[in-house]
């Protein structure tokens, strides 16, 4: 059965021809963005393995794995969750406690691992 409640948005949305480019130009641009982001991230991981490089840049690696990652994902909710075009204030009362829980989750993992074979020396 046929229902006639049902519009579809994209046979009625009446957008322009330049409404069109904008849109099309808007998603080339996060598509650009977010594989120049995962570039970077596997080229990282292919050309400089952990053996290969001084403790001090395997820091440096590690943060930026981490803020690449928590870049792209801010990144991905913003555009695809259309968080972008929300007021300033809804952006902040959304953004604040994930961001602080996302901080929070990295403390606990960087403070954890320092300790990570202490036990097991001591036992043995």
Same mark, same amino acid.
């Given at each position: 059965m046929l229902r006639d409640d049902v519009i579809e948005y994209s046979l009625h949305a009446h957008h322009s021809e330049?409404?069109?480019?904008?849109?099309r130009k808007k998603i080339w641009m996060v598509t650009a963005i977010l594989s120049v982001i995962t570039l970077v991230?596997?080229?990282?991981g292919a050309l400089m393995p952990r053996d290969s490089v001084s403790t001090? #840049?395997?820091e440096f690696i590690k943060?930026?794995?981490?803020?690449? #990652?928590?870049?792209?994902a801010g990144y991905i909710v913003l555009i695809f969750m259309h968080l972008g075009d929300e007021k300033k204030g809804l952006k902040y009362m959304i953004l604040v406690p994930y961001i602080l829980f996302i901080l929070?989750?990295?403390f606990i993992i960087l403070t954890e691992a320092s300790y990570i074979g202490d036990g097991w020396n001591t036992m043995h």
């Amino acid at each position: 059965m046929l229902r006639d409640d049902v519009i579809e948005y994209s046979l009625h949305a009446h957008h322009s021809e330049e409404e069109g480019v904008k849109v099309r130009k808007k998603i080339w641009m996060v598509t650009a963005i977010l594989s120049v982001i995962t570039l970077v991230e596997v080229l990282v991981g292919a050309l400089m393995p952990r053996d290969s490089v001084s403790t001090l #840049t395997w820091e440096f690696i590690k943060y930026g794995y981490i803020l690449l #990652t928590v870049i792209k994902a801010g990144y991905i909710v913003l555009i695809f969750m259309h968080l972008g075009d929300e007021k300033k204030g809804l952006k902040y009362m959304i953004l604040v406690p994930y961001i602080l829980f996302i901080l929070y989750l990295l403390f606990i993992i960087l403070t954890e691992a320092s300790y990570i074979g202490d036990g097991w020396n001591t036992m043995h």
